[in-house]
């Protein structure tokens, strides 16, 4: 069982650029979320699928921020254009039901 | 609005005994635990879900108070491997969703 795949681990980029983090899901897995991790935040909820339709993106920060899964195995999240206050670690996970989350590795997003 | 952990950080030796305690202000449905070691993602550690349970896991146990809407996670005869920051993750029950405590951090050492 490969666990939750995200990619890149590490993005640089500019201000203004934009940016699209990937997460492969836990195959069965029903639903997907999509959590950002600042020191001063802690851990944030920023939306969530279920069945790949968004239920809940009340926790994105800005129309800057989108996110789509266009089917069970993939979802991306962009940033465009991204911001120097957007740098963080953000996290993908998955889970059956409501029962345990599975995190990704992350990603750790400077944006400069 | 995000749960309430304490304390916020601990240091133990070896052997000792630990509580961290998560409080909210909304009814819970279910609380759930998770360790997260630097650099490296959260790992979940158990459920709770309402009825008052108690739950084990080796010497990590945790309890669940519906009435209060609190839930403590207990470590006993801690080792160097629980060192970490432990997060409660609640969920109200209406969304499906988690909200995660302000976290607490963990330092065992020898």
């Known amino acids: 069982d490969a666990g939750v795949i995200q990619s890149p681990r590490h993005e640089v980029t500019e201000m203004g650029q934009e940016v699209t983090l990937r997460c492969k899901p836990i195959?069965?897995?029903?639903?997907l979320f999509w959590y950002r991790q600042t020191m001063m935040r802690g851990l944030e909820l920023l939306i969530y699928?279920?069945?790949?339709?968004?239920?809940?993106d009340s926790g994105m920060p800005e129309d800057r921020f989108s996110a789509k899964m266009p089917n069970a195995s993939f979802s991306t999240l962009k940033i465009q254009p991204s911001e120097p206050r957007d740098s963080a670690v953000y996290f993908c996970?998955?889970?059956?039901?409501?029962?345990?989350?599975?995190f990704g590795p992350g990603t750790r997003l400077t944006v400069l | 609005q995000q749960p309430v952990q304490s304390p916020q950080a601990v240091i133990l030796r070896e052997g000792e005994d630990a509580v961290i305690n998560c409080s909210s202000s909304?009814?819970?449905?279910?609380v759930h635990w998770y360790r997260q070691k630097h650099g490296e993602a959260p790992i979940f550690l158990m459920i709770?879900?309402?009825?008052?349970e108690q739950k084990g896991h080796d010497k990590i146990s945790a309890s669940f108070n519906e009435k209060k809407q609190q839930s403590s996670l207990y470590l006993t005869a801690s080792q160097l491997s629980y060192s970490g920051t432990y997060f409660c993750?609640?969920?109200?029950?209406?969304?499906?969703?988690?909200?995660f405590g302000t976290g607490t951090r963990l330092q065992v050492t020898l």
């Open positions: 195959s069965g897995h029903d639903y």
């Open positions: 699928f279920n069945n790949n339709v968004p239920i809940d």
């Open positions: 709770l879900l309402k009825g008052g």
């Open positions: 996970a998955s889970s059956l039901a409501t029962q345990r989350q599975f």
């Open positions: 993750g609640t969920d109200t029950g209406t969304a499906s969703k988690l909200t």
């Open positions: 909304k009814a819970l449905y279910s």
